[in-house]
Protein backbone atom coordinates (compact mmCIF):
# COMPACT_ATOMS: atom_id res chain seq x y z
CA UNK A 1 0.00 0.00 0.00
CA UNK A 2 1.08 4.02 -0.95
CA UNK A 3 2.11 6.24 1.16
CA UNK A 4 -0.70 8.81 -0.17
CA UNK A 5 -3.60 5.48 0.11
CA UNK A 6 -2.50 5.41 4.09
CA UNK A 7 -2.31 9.11 4.46
CA UNK A 8 -5.72 8.73 3.23
CA UNK A 9 -7.18 6.56 5.26
CA UNK A 10 -5.73 7.77 8.21
CA UNK A 11 -7.32 11.45 7.24
CA UNK A 12 -10.67 9.87 7.47
CA UNK A 13 -10.36 8.45 10.98
CA UNK A 14 -12.22 11.44 12.86
CA UNK A 15 -10.12 13.48 16.12
CA UNK A 16 -12.35 12.46 18.07
CA UNK A 17 -12.59 8.79 17.58
CA UNK A 18 -8.81 9.38 18.17
CA UNK A 19 -9.02 11.60 21.22
CA UNK A 20 -11.57 8.67 22.87
CA UNK A 21 -8.78 6.19 22.44
CA UNK A 22 -5.59 8.24 23.65
CA UNK A 23 -5.08 10.76 26.17
CA UNK A 24 -1.44 11.35 26.12
CA UNK A 25 0.60 13.69 29.05
CA UNK A 26 4.51 13.61 27.83
CA UNK A 27 4.80 14.52 31.85
CA UNK A 28 3.75 11.58 33.09
CA UNK A 29 6.09 9.39 30.55
CA UNK A 30 8.31 7.05 32.16
CA UNK A 31 10.63 3.77 31.94
CA UNK A 32 10.69 0.53 32.77
CA UNK A 33 12.90 -0.48 34.90
CA UNK A 34 13.70 2.74 36.46
CA UNK A 35 10.50 4.34 36.07
CA UNK A 36 7.08 2.99 34.51
CA UNK A 37 5.37 4.67 31.74
CA UNK A 38 1.65 6.10 32.66
CA UNK A 39 -0.09 5.72 29.44
CA UNK A 40 -3.64 4.22 29.29
CA UNK A 41 -5.24 3.40 26.62
CA UNK A 42 -8.54 2.54 26.32
CA UNK A 43 -9.50 -0.80 24.02
CA UNK A 44 -11.14 0.40 21.05
CA UNK A 45 -11.06 -0.65 17.68
CA UNK A 46 -10.12 2.75 16.35
CA UNK A 47 -7.32 3.15 18.38
CA UNK A 48 -5.74 -0.10 17.39
CA UNK A 49 -6.72 1.00 13.83
CA UNK A 50 -5.13 4.41 13.76
CA UNK A 51 -2.04 2.89 15.41
CA UNK A 52 -1.33 0.08 12.79
CA UNK A 53 -1.66 2.58 10.14
CA UNK A 54 0.41 5.40 11.20
CA UNK A 55 2.64 2.60 12.42
CA UNK A 56 2.89 1.12 8.92
CA UNK A 57 2.79 4.38 7.22
CA UNK A 58 5.82 5.18 9.20
CA UNK A 59 8.12 1.78 7.94
CA UNK A 60 6.84 2.82 4.39
CA UNK A 61 7.96 6.10 5.10
CA UNK A 62 11.54 5.18 5.75
CA UNK A 63 11.69 3.29 2.62
CA UNK A 64 10.36 5.46 0.45
CA UNK A 65 12.65 8.51 2.16
CA UNK A 66 10.22 10.12 4.32
CA UNK A 67 11.96 9.69 7.46
CA UNK A 68 10.30 11.10 10.64
CA UNK A 69 7.18 8.86 11.93
CA UNK A 70 8.30 8.46 15.34
CA UNK A 71 8.27 12.34 15.60
CA UNK A 72 5.14 12.58 13.49
CA UNK A 73 3.14 9.75 15.97
CA UNK A 74 4.11 11.97 19.05
CA UNK A 75 1.75 14.67 17.47
CA UNK A 76 -1.21 12.19 17.23
CA UNK A 77 -0.70 11.12 20.99
CA UNK A 78 -1.53 14.20 22.39
CA UNK A 79 -5.42 15.01 22.66
CA UNK A 80 -6.22 18.75 23.26
CA UNK A 81 -9.90 19.20 24.85
CA UNK A 82 -12.06 21.24 22.05
CA UNK A 83 -13.93 22.88 24.70
CA UNK A 84 -14.68 23.93 27.97
CA UNK A 85 -18.54 24.53 28.39
CA UNK A 86 -19.71 23.50 31.76
CA UNK A 87 -16.57 24.09 33.44
CA UNK A 88 -16.45 26.26 36.06
CA UNK A 89 -14.62 29.94 35.48
CA UNK A 90 -11.47 28.53 37.74
CA UNK A 91 -11.62 24.88 36.08
CA UNK A 92 -11.83 26.51 32.21
CA UNK A 93 -8.53 28.98 32.85
CA UNK A 94 -6.81 26.15 33.93
CA UNK A 95 -7.36 23.91 31.15
CA UNK A 96 -6.83 26.75 28.61
CA UNK A 97 -3.57 27.31 30.09
CA UNK A 98 -3.31 23.39 29.44
CA UNK A 99 -4.56 23.51 25.81
CA UNK A 100 -2.25 26.24 25.49
CA UNK A 101 0.76 23.76 26.92
CA UNK A 102 -0.48 21.34 24.71
CA UNK A 103 -0.72 23.52 21.46
CA UNK A 104 3.19 23.97 22.39
CA UNK A 105 4.08 20.69 22.19
CA UNK A 106 2.49 19.81 19.09
CA UNK A 107 4.30 22.76 17.57
CA UNK A 108 7.26 21.49 18.91
CA UNK A 109 6.69 17.71 17.29
CA UNK A 110 5.98 19.15 13.96
CA UNK A 111 8.82 21.47 13.85
CA UNK A 112 10.94 18.27 14.94
CA UNK A 113 9.09 17.05 11.91
CA UNK A 114 9.70 19.33 9.69
CA UNK A 115 13.35 19.37 10.04
CA UNK A 116 13.67 15.77 9.70
CA UNK A 117 11.83 15.64 6.86
CA UNK A 118 14.19 18.53 5.49
CA UNK A 119 17.71 17.35 6.30
CA UNK A 120 17.05 13.60 6.54
CA UNK A 121 20.56 12.79 8.35
CA UNK A 122 21.49 9.25 7.71
CA UNK A 123 20.33 6.66 10.69
CA UNK A 124 23.29 5.46 13.09
CA UNK A 125 23.53 2.08 14.23
CA UNK A 126 25.83 0.86 17.11
CA UNK A 127 25.91 -2.69 17.39
CA UNK A 128 26.69 -3.95 21.44
CA UNK A 129 27.43 -7.89 20.77
CA UNK A 130 28.08 -7.93 24.60
CA UNK A 131 24.49 -6.71 24.98
CA UNK A 132 22.62 -9.92 24.03
CA UNK A 133 23.51 -8.83 20.84
CA UNK A 134 22.12 -5.24 20.95
CA UNK A 135 21.51 -3.01 18.41
CA UNK A 136 20.91 1.04 18.93
CA UNK A 137 20.19 3.27 15.68
CA UNK A 138 19.23 6.92 16.37
CA UNK A 139 16.40 7.54 13.42
CA UNK A 140 15.28 10.85 14.25
CA UNK A 141 17.18 13.46 15.69
CA UNK A 142 16.27 17.10 16.97
CA UNK A 143 18.11 20.14 18.92
CA UNK A 144 17.29 23.90 18.76
CA UNK A 145 19.38 25.09 21.37
CA UNK A 146 16.54 24.55 24.01
CA UNK A 147 15.07 21.12 23.76
CA UNK A 148 16.27 17.23 22.85
CA UNK A 149 14.21 15.14 20.73
CA UNK A 150 15.18 11.80 20.24
CA UNK A 151 13.99 8.76 17.60
CA UNK A 152 15.61 5.66 18.87
CA UNK A 153 15.32 2.25 17.83
CA UNK A 154 16.07 -0.64 20.39
CA UNK A 155 16.98 -4.07 19.09
CA UNK A 156 17.74 -6.56 21.35
CA UNK A 157 16.95 -10.22 22.44
CA UNK A 158 16.37 -10.79 26.05
CA UNK A 159 17.36 -14.09 27.06
CA UNK A 160 14.57 -16.24 28.64
CA UNK A 161 14.12 -16.42 32.30
CA UNK A 162 16.45 -18.77 34.14
CA UNK A 163 14.66 -21.12 36.41
CA UNK A 164 15.94 -23.06 39.64
CA UNK A 165 19.10 -20.76 40.20
CA UNK A 166 20.66 -21.61 43.60
CA UNK A 167 21.74 -18.04 45.33
CA UNK A 168 24.42 -17.82 47.91
CA UNK A 169 23.61 -16.81 51.21
CA UNK A 170 25.13 -13.39 50.55
CA UNK A 171 22.76 -13.06 47.48
CA UNK A 172 20.23 -14.31 49.29
CA UNK A 173 19.76 -11.92 51.88
CA UNK A 174 20.00 -9.12 49.10
CA UNK A 175 16.91 -10.41 47.65
CA UNK A 176 14.95 -11.11 51.02
CA UNK A 177 15.62 -7.17 52.20
CA UNK A 178 13.32 -5.99 49.29
CA UNK A 179 10.14 -7.10 51.05
CA UNK A 180 8.06 -7.87 47.54
CA UNK A 181 8.43 -6.48 43.93
CA UNK A 182 4.86 -6.06 43.30
CA UNK A 183 4.57 -2.07 44.59
CA UNK A 184 3.40 -3.55 48.00
CA UNK A 185 4.01 -2.13 50.78
CA UNK A 186 3.97 -4.93 54.32
CA UNK A 187 2.46 -8.07 54.26
CA UNK A 188 1.14 -8.77 51.10
CA UNK A 189 -1.41 -11.85 52.03
CA UNK A 190 -4.11 -11.14 50.48
CA UNK A 191 -6.32 -11.14 53.73
CA UNK A 192 -4.07 -8.91 55.07
CA UNK A 193 -4.74 -6.42 52.37
CA UNK A 194 -8.68 -7.25 52.89
CA UNK A 195 -8.49 -5.97 56.17
CA UNK A 196 -6.49 -2.79 55.11
CA UNK A 197 -8.88 -1.82 52.96
CA UNK A 198 -8.81 -3.70 49.62
CA UNK A 199 -12.06 -4.49 48.07
CA UNK A 200 -13.59 -7.54 48.31
CA UNK A 201 -14.28 -7.21 44.60
CA UNK A 202 -10.81 -7.00 44.01
CA UNK A 203 -9.56 -9.60 46.31
CA UNK A 204 -11.83 -11.86 44.40
CA UNK A 205 -10.56 -10.92 41.38
CA UNK A 206 -6.96 -11.80 42.53
CA UNK A 207 -8.05 -14.84 43.87
CA UNK A 208 -9.87 -16.40 40.64
CA UNK A 209 -6.99 -15.73 38.05
CA UNK A 210 -4.50 -17.35 39.79
CA UNK A 211 -3.39 -20.17 37.32
CA UNK A 212 -4.12 -23.26 38.18
CA UNK A 213 -1.12 -24.29 39.97
CA UNK A 214 -2.30 -20.72 41.93
CA UNK A 215 -5.21 -22.46 42.68
CA UNK A 216 -4.03 -25.93 43.96
CA UNK A 217 -1.49 -24.86 46.49
CA UNK A 218 -3.44 -21.85 47.30
CA UNK A 219 -1.16 -19.21 46.67
CA UNK A 220 -2.40 -16.17 48.91
CA UNK A 221 0.39 -13.23 48.48
CA UNK A 222 -0.36 -11.04 45.82
CA UNK A 223 3.78 -11.02 45.24
CA UNK A 224 3.77 -14.74 44.61
CA UNK A 225 0.25 -14.88 42.65
CA UNK A 226 2.29 -12.04 40.29
CA UNK A 227 5.76 -13.91 39.75
CA UNK A 228 3.18 -17.25 39.13
CA UNK A 229 1.70 -15.66 36.14
CA UNK A 230 4.86 -14.04 35.38
CA UNK A 231 6.49 -17.19 35.07
CA UNK A 232 3.44 -18.39 32.78
CA UNK A 233 3.42 -15.71 30.38
CA UNK A 234 7.67 -15.69 29.76
CA UNK A 235 8.26 -19.30 29.86
CA UNK A 236 7.48 -21.58 27.57
CA UNK A 237 5.07 -24.52 28.99
CA UNK A 238 7.31 -27.02 28.79
CA UNK A 239 9.92 -24.50 31.53
CA UNK A 240 7.03 -23.45 33.44
CA UNK A 241 6.11 -26.84 34.51
CA UNK A 242 9.52 -27.62 35.34
CA UNK A 243 9.59 -24.50 37.17
CA UNK A 244 6.98 -25.84 39.68
CA UNK A 245 8.36 -29.20 39.33
CA UNK A 246 11.04 -27.67 41.08
CA UNK A 247 9.02 -25.82 43.82
CA UNK A 248 7.20 -28.72 44.72
CA UNK A 249 10.34 -30.58 45.45
CA UNK A 250 12.51 -27.76 47.24
CA UNK A 251 9.63 -25.63 48.49
CA UNK A 252 11.08 -22.96 46.85
CA UNK A 253 12.13 -21.31 43.49
CA UNK A 254 14.73 -18.55 41.99
CA UNK A 255 14.21 -17.15 38.44
CA UNK A 256 16.06 -14.82 36.42
CA UNK A 257 15.10 -12.39 34.26
CA UNK A 258 17.92 -9.93 32.29
CA UNK A 259 16.86 -6.73 30.98
CA UNK A 260 18.58 -3.85 28.12
CA UNK A 261 17.43 -0.85 28.18
CA UNK A 262 17.72 3.06 27.50
CA UNK A 263 18.58 4.55 30.95
CA UNK A 264 16.61 6.96 32.12
CA UNK A 265 19.94 10.11 32.12
CA UNK A 266 21.35 11.42 28.96
CA UNK A 267 25.04 12.84 29.25
CA UNK A 268 27.21 15.28 27.27
CA UNK A 269 30.35 14.42 26.65
CA UNK A 270 31.80 15.90 29.76
CA UNK A 271 29.56 14.09 32.11
CA UNK A 272 26.82 16.83 32.40
CA UNK A 273 23.00 15.18 33.05
CA UNK A 274 20.56 16.59 30.74
CA UNK A 275 18.23 16.72 33.61
CA UNK A 276 15.08 14.58 33.95
CA UNK A 277 13.90 13.01 29.93
CA UNK A 278 10.66 11.24 28.83
CA UNK A 279 10.54 7.83 27.15
CA UNK A 280 7.52 6.49 25.14
CA UNK A 281 8.10 3.05 23.63
CA UNK A 282 6.17 3.69 20.05
CA UNK A 283 5.28 0.15 20.12
CA UNK A 284 3.79 -1.28 23.38
CA UNK A 285 2.04 0.41 26.06
CA UNK A 286 3.50 -2.80 28.34
CA UNK A 287 6.05 -1.13 30.43
CA UNK A 288 8.10 -4.52 30.54
CA UNK A 289 8.40 -4.13 26.47
CA UNK A 290 12.36 -2.34 26.33
CA UNK A 291 13.10 -3.16 22.31
CA UNK A 292 11.33 -1.10 19.25
CA UNK A 293 10.77 2.85 18.39
CA UNK A 294 11.27 4.90 21.50
CA UNK A 295 10.74 8.70 21.54
CA UNK A 296 12.94 10.36 24.21
CA UNK A 297 12.49 14.02 25.04
CA UNK A 298 14.93 16.05 26.92
CA UNK A 299 12.99 19.84 27.44
CA UNK A 300 14.51 20.91 30.47
CA UNK A 301 18.22 21.11 29.34
CA UNK A 302 21.12 22.56 31.70
CA UNK A 303 22.52 26.01 30.56
CA UNK A 304 25.99 24.43 29.89
CA UNK A 305 23.87 22.72 27.28
CA UNK A 306 22.00 25.28 25.62
CA UNK A 307 22.54 27.25 22.03
CA UNK A 308 25.56 24.83 21.16
CA UNK A 309 26.53 24.34 17.09
CA UNK A 310 26.31 20.68 18.17
CA UNK A 311 25.19 18.26 21.08
CA UNK A 312 27.43 15.60 22.16
CA UNK A 313 25.15 13.24 24.37
CA UNK A 314 26.05 9.80 25.50
CA UNK A 315 23.19 7.33 25.68
CA UNK A 316 23.25 5.01 28.41
CA UNK A 317 22.47 1.18 27.47
CA UNK A 318 21.88 -0.95 30.48
CA UNK A 319 22.43 -4.47 31.30
CA UNK A 320 20.39 -5.43 34.62
CA UNK A 321 19.83 -9.15 35.94
CA UNK A 322 16.81 -9.13 38.51
CA UNK A 323 16.04 -12.35 40.61
CA UNK A 324 13.21 -13.33 42.30
CA UNK A 325 12.79 -15.45 45.05
CA UNK A 326 9.84 -17.39 46.37
CA UNK A 327 9.41 -20.15 49.17
CA UNK A 328 6.16 -22.06 48.44
CA UNK A 329 3.15 -20.70 50.80
CA UNK A 330 4.81 -17.25 50.70
CA UNK A 331 6.06 -13.82 49.51
CA UNK A 332 7.65 -13.60 46.14
CA UNK A 333 10.91 -11.31 46.81
CA UNK A 334 13.21 -9.71 44.76
CA UNK A 335 16.31 -8.09 43.91
CA UNK A 336 17.90 -6.33 40.91
CA UNK A 337 22.08 -5.48 40.24
CA UNK A 338 23.55 -3.65 37.11
CA UNK A 339 25.50 -6.18 35.18
CA UNK A 340 27.10 -3.52 32.78
CA UNK A 341 26.50 -0.08 31.34
CA UNK A 342 27.45 1.17 28.00
CA UNK A 343 27.34 5.02 27.04
CA UNK A 344 27.13 5.36 23.09
CA UNK A 345 28.17 9.00 21.54
CA UNK A 346 25.63 10.44 19.33
CA UNK A 347 26.08 14.32 17.91
CA UNK A 348 23.29 15.96 17.10
CA UNK A 349 23.72 19.10 15.49
CA UNK A 350 22.00 22.26 16.24
CA UNK A 351 18.23 22.70 13.86
CA UNK A 352 18.66 26.73 14.17
CA UNK A 353 22.69 27.14 12.83
Excluded at 185 to 203: C, F, K, P
Excluded at 242 to 269: F, K, M, N, P, Q
Aim: proline share 4%; charged share 30%.
Amino acid sequence: MKREQLANIIGNIEDRQIAEAFAYDPACSGRSPERKTQMKPKRIITLALAAALILALGITAYAEGWIAPIFHRMQSMIVVPSETEGMSPEFAEVMNQRVEEMQEQIAGYEEAEQYMNEVQPKPETVKLPEFDNSAVTLRERYYDGEVLFLGINLDTAEPEMLIGYEPDDELLDKIQYVAFFHDVNGDDNLDSLLSAGMTREIYDEILENRTDHGKEYDLRHQSAITLDWMMKEKLTPGKYEEAWTLLRETGHICVVESVVYIGDHIVTEDGTDLGVTGQVNMDSNDADVHSGNIFIEAKDLPESAKHLDELNIRLSLRNERIYYYMELGGPAQYYRELVGEELIPFTIENSTK
